[in-house]
Nanobody
Framework: QLQLAESGGESVQAGGSLRLSCAVS????????MAWFRQAPGQKREVVARIDTGSGFSEVPDSLKGRFAISQDANKNTIFLRMDDLKSDDTAVYTC???????????????????WGHGTLVIVSS
């Protein structure tokens, strides 16, 4: 059983930056696919970044490249989502998801993950 705990969400001005964190416990150093999803009010949940903790291979949708980046700490116990040049459209609940994996390709859909955090709210005001 994995436990995920997000932090770092807050209200920021447009153009600002935030770094979200997702602390993982219970992994026993297993290789994980981890991802950040977000859901804005009235919108579908969408993936914003994903990473394979074994290889470090990461992916960010083209629409967010250059502004969003995912990374992990050296112990692979925490993943981060760096968000720059934030826009009002980035306002959403950001949730960390994870699944144990043996392959590098991490799913871009939430159905590919077994474990969810509770989410952290990001509000971007213009």
């Amino acid at each position: 059983q994995l436990q995920l705990a997000e932090s770092g969400g807050e209200s920021v001005q447009a153009g600002g930056s935030l770094r979200l964190s997702c602390a993982v416990s219970g992994s026993n150093d297993d290789r994980l696919c981890m991802a950040w999803f977000r859901q804005a009010p009235g919108q579908k949940r969408e993936v914003v970044a994903r990473i394979d903790t074994g290889s470090g291979f990461s992916e960010v949708p083209d629409s967010l490249k250059g502004r969003f980046a995912i990374s992990q700490d050296a112990n692979k116990n925490t993943i981060f989502l760096r968000m720059d040049d934030l826009k009002s459209d980035d306002t959403a609940v950001y949730t960390c998801l994870a699944v144990r994996t043996r392959v590098q390709s991490c799913s871009e859909t939430e159905g590919g993950y077994m474990y969810w955090g509770h989410g952290t709210l990001v509000i971007v005001s213009s």
